[in-house]
């Protein structure tokens, strides 16, 4: 982690001084010297802070994401100009090195605008720039009667950061309007506390499904990141907290499951407490959730923490078909374009956003409702899922030459 770190920051100030060398071919005046070293050195400073600060985060929460919008702001788009100034420079090389051309320093300079605007955009209105994501499934024992059954997915909505009431009620509506059968929840409903979550009750009880509103916990829900006064104390915040799940019309699964019916057929939906690695804690029991469940049974499995699908969902020998997840948020920063998907967080999450396959078994990655940490996103927009489970039609034998 400590090489990746110093490999990171190499990178960014090798495009910090390359950025530099750009902006002094359009404008080598001395004030835009004096202006651009300054911002670098308050930025350092501030880093530097971090650091001997570290021991205090919980109390400088407002300074750390002062720090964080900050690098976003003045390192992010140099990073995007780098690879132009770069080109320049290996024919630069070639060509016996001389003087800059303007207008590659132009090209690159408008480019680091362009990204600044971006993050402007994603600091400001990415918050609630909800984008609604569609995947049909298919599986070849799917019951008939669920062929074609939808499945809406939030996720990671962590209420003790949303303010701005317009905006969630734009993504609440924008659930609801996919009118899907069922509706689930993959857990962070908060950030700590479960008063966090009282103001949106109302708004989050108008969720609807036919088939029914299933929930689990994820690693904020439990209150483990801030000091209590008492067990108690931290006990009774869970119980809220559950009471919750129940007003906004949930029904929250701790390892366990319910059957969905559908004309005289069913598939189970099971639910698991949050299991996680890197130091998250692991209270999730898939073998206790699925006890009383046929081995026969089309199964759905929601798993806030995607690490719980490599490291304990596959290797088990009851088959869950579809595992649903958040908990990475796609790092609220990314790009995503076309087929093309990147963010920081998949250098530590195999499984970061959108849908993957093993051998037939299939997880769903929810990029989360709400934010946290960061106050906003860029790139990796709030997102409304939708899957649809479908039938695998029988196939001819292909080995079958008539």
């Not at 650091?51 to 919008?69: D, E, G, N, S």
């Not at 080109?87 to 680091?112: H, K, Q, W």
């Not at 088959?319 to 087929?339: D, K, N, P, V």
């Not at 409702?369 to 489970?389: A, C, D, M, N, S």
Request: hydrophobic letters at 45%.
């Amino acid at each position: 982690m400590t090489k990746r770190i110093i490999l990171i920051l190499i990178v960014f100030l090798v495009s910090d001084l390359y950025f530099y060398q750009a902006v002094l071919t359009l404008s080598p005046h001395i004030m835009i010297r004096v202006g651009y070293w300054s911002i670098d050195l308050l930025l350092v400073i501030g880093l530097i802070s971090l650091t001997f600060l570290r021991k205090l985060h919980h109390k400088m929460q407002r300074f750390i994401q002062v720090m964080i919008t900050a690098i976003l702001l003045v390192c992010i788009p140099k990073l995007f100009s780098f690879p132009i100034l770069l080109a320049e420079d290996i024919t630069r090389i070639v060509r016996g090195f001389p003087e800059r051309n303007v207008y590659v320093s132009e090209i690159a300079v408008v480019l680091a605008v362009i990204v600044f605007v971006i993050i402007v955009f994603g600091l400001t209105r990415g918050r609630h720039f909800y984008k609604v994501r569609k995947e049909t499934i298919y599986f070849p024992d799917l019951p008939e009667a669920f062929d074609g059954f939808t499945i809406t997915q939030l996720s990671d909505i962590h209420s003790g950061s949303l303010s701005d009431i317009k905006g969630v009620q734009k993504g609440i509506d924008l659930a609801n309007a996919q009118n899907s059968d069922l509706l689930v929840f993959t857990g962070d409903l908060v950030n700590n506390i479960a008063t966090e979550m009282e103001p949106w009750v109302e708004g989050f009880s108008k969720l609807s499904a036919p088939y029914g509103k299933y929930s689990v916990l994820g690693n904020h829900d439990y209150g483990d990141y801030i000091r209590w006064e008492s067990v108690v104390a931290k006990e009774a915040n869970m119980l809220r907290l559950k009471e919750i799940h129940a007003e906004i019309g949930f029904e929250l699964l701790l390892n366990d499951a319910v059957m969905i019916h559908k004309h005289g057929q069913h598939i189970a939906l099971i639910g698991v407490e949050n299991w996680g690695k890197r130091g998250f804690h692991q209270y999730g029991d898939l073998k206790k959730a699925t006890t009383n469940i046929p081995l026969d049974s089309f199964k759905v499995l929601m798993s806030h923490d995607p690490s719980h699908w490599d490291e304990v969902t596959l290797d088990r020998n009851q088959h869950i078909h579809l595992t649903l997840a958040g908990h990475t948020h796609g790092m609220q920063f990314g790009i995503e374009l076309f087929s093309f998907k990147w963010s920081p967080i998949q250098y530590m999450y195999k499984q970061w956003a959108g849908l993957y396959n093993s051998e037939g078994r299939y997880l769903y990655v929810n990029r989360g409702f709400g934010y946290h940490g960061l106050k906003g996103r860029i790139g990796v927009w709030p997102e409304v899922t939708v899957l649809t489970l479908k039938r695998t039609p029988l196939n001819l034998d292909v080995s079958d030459p008539t």
